[in-house]
């Protein structure tokens, strides 16, 4: 497993696999999702997060039966189910964990509400990345790493030196670079310090995302052999 190639991160008593973590909703899927995820998962996906943004978003209900199906592949798979900002939705579905950004609910809130659950957060640069450190994230997403159209309101591009610059500062909980990553650049996240990568896009429009989630893998295996 991952832990061999010591690519999963430990904090604590909770495992958080962050290696390969994917990101959807119905929104990113050229397929249906449920297929997606599945095949994802057969491809090497440690982490799933559902993410159902945008105007295109489901209504409540169509939502939140979709991230019902989505879980359950996850259980069946032991790969931890997040959600995207939706402190509802994380609490009626017992999901494994949450994702906040900066300008969600305050970390302290959410992790009073969930103390034992995974509870990452967005950060942007180093003061973020150490006020949620010291708040008692359990991992943060950093980014965007490259240029994307994924998520139309991203914050200025910081590449992968913003991670270097965090490891170099002392932020020692577990990072997850997001943004733009494909098969080409995310070694490069890798090598400034990142426990993984976060994706969207290279795997949800792919025509083949078994074949895409595994390109991410075997990359990560070549790495370890000429590291
Ligand atoms: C949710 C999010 N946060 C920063 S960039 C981004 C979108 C990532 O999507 P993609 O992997 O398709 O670039
Ligand atoms: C905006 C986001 C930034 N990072 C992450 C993750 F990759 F999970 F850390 N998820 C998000 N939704
Ligand atoms: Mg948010």
Known sequence: TDESLGFSSERGDKVIPLSLYLILGSQNCKYAPEFVLQEAIRGGVTMFQFREKG????????????????????????????VNDD?????????????????????????????????????????????????????????????TDTKPDIELVKGPAVIQAMRKSGIQIPIVGIGGITHANAEAVL???????????????????????????????KRLDNK
Not at 67 to 82: G, M, S, T
Not at 111 to 137: L, N, Q
Not at 210 to 219: I, L, P, V
């Open 87 to 147: 402190i509802e939705l994380t609490r009626e579905l017992n999901a494994d964990g949450i994702h906040i950004g900066q300008d969600d609910r305050p970390l302290k809130d959410v992790r009073a509400w969930f103390p034992d659950k995974i509870v990452g957060v967005s950060a942007h640069d180093v003061g973020e990345a150490s006020k949620a450190m010291r708040e008692g994230a359990d991992y943060l997403g950093v980014g965007p790493m490259y240029h």
């Open 191 to 221: 090598r400034a310090g990142a426990d993984g990568i976060a994706v969207i896009s290279a795997i949800t429009k792919d025509q083949d995302p078994y074949q895409a989630a595994q390109m991410f893998c075997t990359d990560k295996t």
């Open 55 to 82: 105007e295109s978003a489901l209504p409540y209900r169509e939502k939140r039966d979709l991230a019902k199906r989505l879980q359950q592949i996850c259980q069946n798979n032991d790969i931890p189910f997040i």
